[in-house]
Nanobody
Framework: VQLQASGGGLVQAGGSLRLSCAAS????????MAWFRQAPGQEREFVAR????????KYADSVKGRFTISRDNTRNVGYLQMNSLKPEDTAVYYC????????????????????WGQGTQVTVSS
């Protein structure tokens, strides 16, 4: 699948944004989908992941309780709702998809995802 992320922008601390990840191709519903982010000078980090059926979800501890990942397989789109944003959430956010089933120990590593979107910038001002 090919992915395109959108929805980033500039927001004040405490605000909200919703990122979207549009997928092309009919196989999206069989892929795991995840969000990663990369801040300047830092390594890419896992944010959240959702299984193909939407029932198995994992979050990084840093976003748990504030971010919600979801998907709509009928529309080939995934979402990341981000609430209570903090300046440390500032990063380029990428959506990714994995064709093969992932073990729990694999979902946080970007190397296990074979499709990536182009990234969308999220900037949170203090």
């Amino acid at each position: 699948v090919q992915l395109q992320a959108s929805g980033g922008g500039l927001v004040q601390a405490g605000g909200s944004l919703r990122l979207s990840c549009a997928a092309s191709g009919r196989a999206f519903g069989s892929h795991s989908m995840a969000w990663f982010r990369q801040a300047p000078g830092q390594e890419r980090e896992f944010v959240a992941r959702i299984a193909p059926n939407g029932e198995v979800i994992k979050y990084a501890d840093s976003v748990k309780g504030r971010f919600t990942i979801s998907r709509d397989n009928t529309r080939n789109v995934g979402y990341l709702q981000m609430n209570s944003l903090k300046p440390e959430d500032t990063a380029v956010y990428y959506c990714a998809a994995a064709r093969l089933a992932l073990a729990p120990s694999q979902v946080r590593s970007g190397t296990n995802y074979d499709s990536w979107g182009q990234g969308t910038q999220v900037t949170v001002s203090s």
